[in-house]
């Protein structure tokens, strides 16, 4: 009747779309047809519609739509590890830049980014949002592997082994950004790295350009005491202040970190549509503060979620990190209320589409969106018993319990394997990389 062809139907004991909001079906069915999600129904209706589709049975597990990582730096996976306990620009100076500026090549960001890929679906996550050097083998690797990514157009003022100037810098993103057209799963985004790091011309362009692509700009901002302070002594005022007054605080912005707000900041970030991306777990490990996320979400901010880089958190896990932004918002708010469950797994999922722009494509499970989808068994004696699905997955499953991966309709983790990619190979290549690297490093 459809004129469709069903490909599958995954039958989950919940399915938690994320739209509507804090909706959970039980014994429902997810319908894939070729990569879109066909419709959602409910269990006995799906088998009887369908009969001939291949029918997965998720009988202990909730369906939820695939979980975005809307800041990380996926080759850094590489660094996990190289640094740890020290606050951030002693971590920066004395170890991470020196390792990059020795070690950052092609081969490097290929892979770092497997090595990422393979965490990353393993956990549950089917897109990121990335910021690096040679952004085009990151999104070699995530395509090569069918994982749905948002490259980041990377710019600092800043040589690098990848481009020696702003100019070359903004002429390779944008030559990235024209062969990724229609590309499917490939989205880009302008990445200037941060306001300290990148000076008022190279962002003027960023704002012209980012304005005639309509492709989100993605930007650390406050992320630290120190980078507010070293803003105003170089340019008289705050990093936002700074944004606004060159075009950039507007609905294109994904401002990653924002944690030290002033009141009338959240309002202006507010009035002016800009999205926010917690990353919870690198705050607290580089002791940067605590992000005002209640604060901000009051105020109509789209916060998204973000793991950052997997040398500062150290894992790229968004089950750990919805988790961390759900306990930390109680504690640092003293309001049990703050931020529940529904409310962080909307972080982790729609708010991270929203914020990229690709919220017609994915972040919740509708029909005629992609289907990115993740299944989590339920059944492990942590999980159970089970009250409430949703504050089970937030509060008690852990990423060995995400069991099967699909993106745009396509199987990429199956019963904890991953389907597309070599686990033991990445990891030899993984292991090369840290005994050259632990070599030169400052303190080894
Ligand atoms: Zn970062």
Request: proline letters at 5%.
């Amino acid at each position: 009747v459809t004129g469709k062809t069903i490909d599958s139907v995954l039958h989950g004991c919940w399915v938690i779309p994320v739209e509507p909001a804090s909706a959970v079906l039980a014994d429902h069915a997810v319908v894939i047809s070729g990569e879109h999600i066909h419709e959602i129904v409910d269990s006995a209706t799906a088998r009887a519609r369908h009969p001939a589709a291949e029918h997965v049975a998720l009988d202990s597990h909730v369906l939820i739509p695939g979980l975005i990582n809307a800041h990380t730096h996926a080759a850094m996976t590489l660094l996990r590890g190289l640094a740890d306990d020290i606050p951030l620009m002693e971590w920066l100076r004395r170890h991470i830049w020196p390792a990059e500026q020795r070690w950052i090549s092609e081969e490097f960001v290929r892979d770092g980014t497997r090595h990422a890929l393979a965490e990353m679906l393993k956990s549950g996550t089917t897109c990121f949002n990335d910021m690096y050097f040679y952004p085009e083998v990151t999104a070699h690797a995530a395509l090569e592997c069918g994982m749905r990514a948002v490259v980041g157009l990377i710019l600092v003022d800043f040589p690098s082994p990848w481009a020696g100037s702003s100019d070359e810098y903004l002429e390779k993103g944008l030559a990235l950004h024209d062969s990724m057209r229609g590309v499917p799963l490939a989205h880009t985004a302008f990445a200037p790295h941060a306001p300290y790091s990148v000076s008022d011309g190279p962002l003027q362009r960023v704002k012209v350009l980012a304005d005639e692509l309509d492709i989100p700009v993605h930007i650390h901002v406050h992320e630290t005491h120190d980078e507010i302070a070293r803003g105003i002594a170089e340019h008289g005022e705050r990093p936002l202040e700074r944004l606004r007054r060159l075009g950039l605080l507007s609905p294109s912005l994904v401002a990653a970190h924002m944690v030290h707000l002033q009141t009338h900041e959240i309002a202006a970030c507010a009035e002016a549509g800009a999205h926010a991306v917690h990353c919870p777990e690198s705050n607290l490990k580089l002791a940067s503060g605590f992000a005002p996320v209640g604060k901000m979400l009051a105020a109509g901010i789209g916060v998204a979620l973000g793991t950052d880089g997997a040398a500062s958190n150290n894992d790229l896990d968004m089950l750990g990190e919805m988790r961390s932004a759900a306990l930390l918002a109680k504690g640092v708010s003293q309001d049990a209320s703050s931020v529940p469950a529904a409310q962080v797994l909307r972080m982790a999922t729609l708010n991270g589409a929203q914020a990229l722009g690709i919220n017609d494509t994915t972040g919740s499970l509708e029909p005629g969106k992609s289907a990115d989808i993740v299944a989590v068994d339920l059944s492990p004696a942590a999980s159970q018993p089970v009250y409430h699905p949703l504050s089970q997955l937030v509060y008690t499953a852990t990423r060995e319990q995400v069991s099967d991966v699909w993106i745009a309709g396509r199987r990429l983790l199956h019963e904890r394997r991953l389907t597309t990619l070599d686990e033991a190979e990445i990891l030899t290549r993984s292991r090369e990389w840290s005994q050259r690297i632990r070599s030169e490093d400052a303190d080894s």
